[in-house]
């Protein structure tokens, strides 16, 4: 890491050392931009993007989610090569269960949305069910929507491709950096502070998870949504059980199991909205709860992690991502809460916009200022209380 005296300016500073900060920053690099710097409060991996459940799928049920989505698994094969680093990308499929009819008509009408968008997805046939999903409960599953597609990624191997690119790339990343202030000339923001140091910018773009409210708050500027925060848990490793990634849309569960056999996901519980890491024990029972009843045989192991994390959510739950309308040069990427998944176009279409002036058309519905000009997004297909 670097340890000399912070600059005195950069071309453009990116707030947050996530998977979505250090993704802008590769594919700046990717893009041609030079003099990047990252800094970060916390220690690397330390927010969400270390803490999640890893899972990936292209398809949705409105067209803006999916059409991101599968820009974003486009992204993700190619990651390792441009890289040059494994970031182990499984294209182990993501099945998607619905337990009553109102959610296999939601999936039903999604799939057309899939289908005219290229997404390979398809409803299982009960003998596929049989094939693909052998260990399910089928008793509770009235419907499955599967995406051979989707999977899973490590976050250990995703993040170290990122910085490891970044740092041979001549990326300056900063740990244990806090932004505490931003300071605004006219209509444009114009340096970000480190306590006393300043730092002059031309562009600041702000992937600051959870904290992105006060980063909007630094700026003067108004940013829809907040700060929440959601648990996952490991389960001690057993044998093969569940092949492809799993969402159970009325559960609110997802999860997969891993090459070492640790079932690893969370199901959702409706909280008020609150900033902490603390895990919760109704949330663990909750989710051991929802595990054995759709995999019985998961009865049998036991509990060996639980942790929290925290994002930032937006009203409508869809990511924030663009240029703010209010103020010139200050970037977010925000409102994620597939924001590991989507990580990779959020990146290539960030930088565009950023290095190119090129606002791609998947971007657009996104844009900061949606819920006063086109509206709220409606996606059915997320799992999030
Ligand atoms: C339990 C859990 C399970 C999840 N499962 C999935 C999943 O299966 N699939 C999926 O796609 N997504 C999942 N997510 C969501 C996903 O993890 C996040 O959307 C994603 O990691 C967001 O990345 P980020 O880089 O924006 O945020 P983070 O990784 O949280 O990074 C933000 C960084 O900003 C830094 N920061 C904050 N304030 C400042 C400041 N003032 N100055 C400098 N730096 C600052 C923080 O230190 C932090 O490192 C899950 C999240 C959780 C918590």
């Given at each position: 890491m670097n340890t000399l005296p912070l600059p005195k300016r950069a071309s453009v500073v990116i707030i947050g050392g996530g998977v979505q900060g250090l993704s802008v920053a590769f594919n700046l690099v990717e893009q041609g931009q030079k003099d990047i710097?990252?800094?970060?409060?916390?220690?690397?991996?330390?927010?969400?993007?270390?803490?999640?459940?890893?899972?990936?799928?292209?398809?949705?049920?409105?067209?803006?989610?999916?059409?991101?989505?599968?820009?974003?698994?486009?992204e993700w094969r190619s990651w390792s090569r441009r890289l040059g680093e494994n970031v182990m990308f499984t294209q182990r499929g993501y099945s998607v269960v619905s337990e009553t009819e109102k959610s296999e008509a939601m999936l039903r009408e999604g799939l057309k949305v899939q289908r005219s968008l290229g997404v390979n997805s398809w409803m299982l046939s009960r003998r596929e069910i049989d094939d693909l999903l052998p260990a399910i409960n089928k008793s509770r599953v009235q419907a499955v929507q599967h995406q051979p597609d989707g999977g899973v990624a490590p976050h250990h191997a995703v993040m170290k491709g990122l910085l490891a690119f970044c740092q041979r790339n001549?990326?300056?990343?900063?740990?244990?950096?806090?932004?505490?202030?931003?300071?605004?000339?006219?209509?444009?923001?114009?340096?970000?502070?480190?306590?006393?140091?300043?730092?002059?910018?031309?562009?600041?773009?702000?992937?600051?998870?959870?904290?992105?409210p006060d980063i909007a708050a630094m700026a003067e500027v108004p940013l829809n949504g907040f700060g929440m925060r959601i648990e996952a848990m490991a389960l001690e490793p057993t044998r093969p059980l569940i092949k492809p990634a799993i969402a159970l849309i009325d559960s609110l569960a997802y999860f997969h199991q891993t090459s070492r056999g640790e079932v690893v996901g969370g199901t959702e519980v409706p909280e008020r909205p609150r900033m902490s890491?603390?895990?919760?024990?109704?949330?663990?029972?909750?989710?051991?709860?929802?595990?054995?009843?759709?995999?019985?045989q998961l009865g049998e192991v036991r509990i060996l992690r639980h942790w929290a994390g925290q994002f930032h959510a937006s009203t409508d739950y869809a990511p924030l991502m663009g240029e703010h309308p209010d103020l010139k040069d200050l970037w977010f990427s925000a409102g994620w809460s597939y924001g590991f998944a989507g990580a990779p176009a959020a990146g290539r279409l960030l930088a565009k916009a950023i290095a190119k002036g090129h606002i791609d058309h998947r971007m657009k519905p996104f844009a900061l200022d949606r819920f006063e000009t086109t509206g709220p997004i409606v996606e059915g297909g997320i799992v999030l209380a």
């Open positions: 710097l990252v800094l970060d409060a916390g220690y690397w991996q330390g927010g969400a993007s270390g803490r999640n459940g890893t899972l990936i799928r292209p398809g949705f049920a409105s067209v803006a989610w999916t059409e991101l989505f599968v820009l974003t698994v486009n001549g990326v300056d990343v900063r740990y244990r950096t806090a932004i505490s202030g931003l300071e605004r000339t006219g209509s444009r923001i114009s340096a970000v502070l480190v306590g006393d140091h300043r730092i002059e910018a031309d562009c600041v773009v702000s992937c600051a998870g959870p904290n992105n890491l603390k895990v919760d024990l109704p949330v663990m029972a909750n989710m051991a709860k929802v595990y054995l009843e759709m995999f019985p």
